[in-house]
């Protein structure tokens, strides 16, 4: 059986704060600014993970090569969207987890360039971890910040050492 990776409840907490550069505001306001930054930064590649940031994203025309969502926004369950011209990719990653099968599918969607949609059984949250470890350098990654705005982290080889030290925390407390 793959293995589940959780996270250490200590650190939990760290999950809350903002991973990255915090942009206050409503989905309008937070997408004018978004589009700034691309305009500006020009990343290598632009992922989102959650469902209300991907939504947004997608109605704003900043097209996200890699979307990872779960069909619910705050544990609340949404319609499902399917995002024209993506591959759908299923699998399942429980609540508080992070799953081998999760990690394959987001190293695969990277590895391609393939314009991909992860749709997660169980909850997407911790996956934007993983996505800094395997995303390349000066890609964007963009989540939700309930109740307050998006997050946008520039991966970059300081980001991916954070990444990588919440990783190897969470490798101590794997799981069967």
């Known amino acids: 059986m793959p293995a589940n990776y959780s996270i250490n409840p200590e650190k939990l907490s760290s999950f809350k704060e903002p991973f990255g550069k915090l942009i206050k505001g409503t989905p309008a306001e937070t997408m004018r600014q978004l589009a700034e930054i691309l305009k500006k930064q020009k990343p290598l590649l632009l992922i989102s ?8 994203l997608h109605e704003h025309n900043l097209i996200p090569q890699l979307s990872i969502t779960d069909d619910k926004s705050m544990r609340k369950k949404l319609s499902p969207v399917v995002f024209h011209g993506k591959t759908l990719v299923h699998v399942k990653n429980p609540e508080g987890t992070i799953t081998e099968e999760a990690i394959q599918a987001i190293q695969r969607a990277l590895k391609t360039g393939e314009a991909t949609q992860i749709l997660v059984d169980g909850e997407e949250d911790m996956l934007t971890l993983i996505v800094v470890l395997y995303a390349p350098e000066n890609a964007l990654v963009v989540y939700g910040q309930p109740s307050e705005g998006i997050v946008v982290v520039q991966v970059t080889a300081r980001k991916r050492a954070e990444a990588t030290q919440i990783w190897e925390s969470m490798l101590k407390t794997q799981t069967k």
């Open 49 to 56: 993970v959650g469902d209300t940031v991907s939504r947004n």
